[in-house]
């Protein structure tokens, strides 16, 4: 069973790049989000996604945008990496509230 | 909107000894509520849920939590730990209805178990 997996697991990113985080579930959810985890921070909502076709800003959005490709896939871009955004990321679905939500293993990014 | 509060964050214990992790939320709506555990470089993991009904939830590894609406605390409880229990633990409420079935977090209890 797959549950949620996202790439890459390891990024290491110049100051000003772009890349794109890759989130997909195989459990046919309507709901995705988007995580960081800093220290001391627990997890922010950056973005979510409440089914196929719509998305919404959380906590941390600035910096960030996404995409609900289809309801599997949901990607998180980084237009221009700053340092502020070392962070590790975590992709993450459910099917409704109150049911449990699972999270893929994380992305751990660096940006110098 | 949400809030969750631990006022631990580090928790040391020695093996075999009772453990309280304590989370309390604000919340204008109903919720439910949820504890997680992360254990080194890994994602996170339910250990269990609060949705109705009985107050005490059990979950796993022998974890429990007690829900008392009057004090908005969901403590998270285990009567006796292991050295595999160390790890990170986060509190979590979910709104119920609507409000765009987000996860909020507290800001998580590192739980260290020592011999």
């Known amino acids: 069973n797959a549950g949620v997996t996202q790439t890459p697991k390891f990024q290491v990113l110049k100051t000003g790049q772009s890349m794109t985080l890759q989130c997909a579930q195989d459990?046919?959810?309507?709901?995705m989000y988007w995580y960081r985890q800093d220290p001391g921070m627990g997890l922010r909502l950056i973005y979510y996604?409440?089914?196929?076709?719509?998305?919404d800003k959380g906590e941390v959005p600035n910096g960030y945008n996404v995409s609900r490709l289809n309801k599997r896939e949901f990607s998180l871009r980084l237009e221009s990496a700053a340092p502020s955004q070392t962070s590790v990321y975590f992709c993450?679905?459910?099917?409704?509230?109150?049911?449990?939500?699972?999270f893929g293993e994380g992305s751990w990014l660096t940006v110098v | 909107a949400q809030s969750v509060t631990q006022l631990d964050s580090q928790v040391p214990v020695f093996e075999e000894a009772p453990v309280e992790l304590r989370c309390n939320y604000s919340?204008?709506?109903?919720?439910?509520l949820f504890w997680y555990v992360q254990y080194p470089n890994q994602g996170l993991q339910l250990l269990l849920k609060?949705?109705?009904?009985?107050?005490l939830v059990k979950g796993i590894n022998g974890f429990e939590a007690e829900f008392n609406k009057s004090q908005t605390s969901f403590h998270l409880r285990k009567p006796s730990v292991h050295i595999s229990d160390t790890a990170e633990y986060f509190c979590?409420?979910?709104?119920?209805?609507?409000?765009?079935?987000?996860?909020?977090f507290g800001t998580g209890t590192q739980l260290k178990v020592e011999l």
């Open positions: 993450a679905s459910n099917g409704r509230s109150g049911n449990t939500i699972y």
């Open positions: 459990m046919n959810h309507n709901s």
């Open positions: 996604s409440a089914s196929e076709g719509t998305t």
């Open positions: 919340s204008s709506v109903s919720v439910y």
């Open positions: 609060y949705l109705s009904g009985s107050t």
């Open positions: 979590a409420v979910n709104p119920r209805g609507g409000g765009g079935n987000k996860l909020t």
